[in-house]
């Protein structure tokens, strides 16, 4: 079935939507993306990935294309044209063009181009994954140096993801300056005893969403939470290893560079904190 899909204001079948080939996000990976999960057809944290993504637009000085509400708007309208019950809706934003190719930026009054678009996951819920955990592998972290801005520069992640697979895993967990920064598309966790630990918010990671939201549960439930960096052997000891985003929610991790985590099965507060997420957030969805 073919999707519906928005574009600088239309909404089209996936195949009739175009973008310039001189847009700025295609010749430099100039813009930025948000991704906000849908579970029973409600928008999970919209107003977390709205307040996000107009941060990094700042950042990088590039305009927005429309207010939240509108933004809202049309997350609702391509969640209702195209059923999504569980799923998610990709949003991208990039620097649009003037019709060259040029480094520097084109003038203040250049659109930028907007795309959303969905995707339809039954079964996220409970996906294997989830039930039995991941395994995943260590690798340097070569990324630029402002990994809290969610740029489309995403060629890194995916050779990190692609050398899991080679490894027989299934992501990888990045590192410098021998401590673990985040994993390929998510934040990194590791549970000792009853304490969460993951990196501290700097420069060096993504300010994951649904990390805010996590940690905010964790609390609630009495759960310590200690935000400091951890080296891959510290988390191959670990008691318990997870990571969050918003396609997995709070994933269960059971091995890392081949050294099994706790009893090699998702940990008791990786699977707690995965159920309160899930249902807090389907609660509070828009
Ligand atoms: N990735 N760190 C990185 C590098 C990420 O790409 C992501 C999200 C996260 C988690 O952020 P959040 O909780 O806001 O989803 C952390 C998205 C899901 C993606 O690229 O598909």
Not at 261 to 280: D, F, Q, S, V
Request: with cysteine; aromatic share 6%.
């Amino acid at each position: 079935m073919s999707r519906i899909v928005y574009v600088n204001g239309e909404y089209l079948p996936e195949d009739e939507a175009k973008v310039s080939v001189f847009d700025r996000g295609f010749l430099f990976a100039d813009g930025v993306y948000e991704v906000t999960s849908v579970l029973d057809g409600k928008l999970i944290d919209f107003d977390g990935h709205a307040v996000r993504l107009e941060r990094s637009l700042r950042e990088l000085d590039m305009a927005a294309p429309c207010g939240k509400d509108e933004l809202l708007a049309i997350h609702r309208e391509l969640v209702a044209r195209n059923e999504i019950s569980d799923g998610l809706v990709y949003l991208q934003v990039t620097r649009g063009s003037d019709g060259d190719r040029d480094f520097v930026f084109p003038g203040a009054d250049t659109q930028p181009t907007l795309v959303l678009f969905t995707q339809s996951k039954p079964g996220i819920r409970d996906s294997a994954a989830s039930k039995n955990g991941i395994k995943v592998i260590s690798i340097e972290d070569v990324r630029w140096g402002r990994r809290d801005i969610k740029t489309v520069q995403l060629l890194y992640p995916s050779m990190g993801k692609m050398m899991a697979k080679a490894a027989g895993c299934d992501d990888a967990w990045m590192v410098q300056d021998g401590a673990v920064t985040e994993g390929t598309s998510n934040n990194a966790y590791i549970v000792k005893g009853r304490k969460i630990i993951t990196r501290e918010l700097s420069n060096d990671i993504l300010h994951g969403i649904t990390r805010a939201a996590v940690l905010r549960f964790a609390a609630e439930a009495q759960m310590e939470v200690e935000e400091r960096n951890f080296t891959i052997e510290e988390a191959q000891a670990a008691d318990e290893a997870f990571v969050t985003s918003a396609t997995t929610f709070v994933m269960p991790v059971v091995e890392i560079d081949g050294a099994q985590i706790g009893a090699g099965a998702p940990g008791e507060l990786a699977k707690r904190l995965r159920e309160i997420y899930i249902e807090e957030s389907v609660k509070a969805g828009v």
